[in-house]
């Protein structure tokens, strides 16, 4: 199993950014994917989550109406897009697989700051 992250970067107060996640090693449709967030000194916390079919998806009250998880199976890739971005949405984020065991990608670093 492999979940690598993009999209991250750094963004003003505001602004918008898509993340990606590029899973494979497994049956991507069979499962459904978190992305989770790690603020600095802070622990790791739910964002977001999605089925594997893409027809249900839950979100954190942090960010709902902001941010938007959605998947696309044909190419084994998760999104989680984030509109009006706020400072206290800088994290490192992470998708995360929960099988038999539970798998993270590297995390990408998003900054939000003007």
């Known amino acids: 199993v492999q979940l690598v992250e993009s999209g991250g970067g750094l963004v003003q107060p505001g602004g918008s950014l898509r993340l990606s996640c590029a899973a494979s090693?497994?049956?991507?449709?069979?499962?459904?994917i978190n992305w989770f967030r790690q603020p600095p000194g802070k622990e790791r916390e739910l964002v977001a989550a999605?089925?594997?079919?893409?027809?249900?998806?839950n979100y954190a009250d942090s960010v709902k109406g902001r941010f938007t998880i959605s998947r696309d199976n044909a190419k084994n890739t998760v999104y989680l897009q984030m509109n009006s971005l706020k400072p206290e949405d800088t994290a490192v984020y992470y998708c995360?697989?929960?099988?038999?065991?539970?798998?993270w990608g590297q995390g990408t670093q998003v900054t939000v700051s003007s």
């Open positions: 999605i089925t594997g079919t893409g027809t249900r998806t």
């Open positions: 995360n697989l929960r099988r038999r065991n539970e798998y």
């Open positions: 090693g497994f049956t991507f449709s069979s499962y459904a």
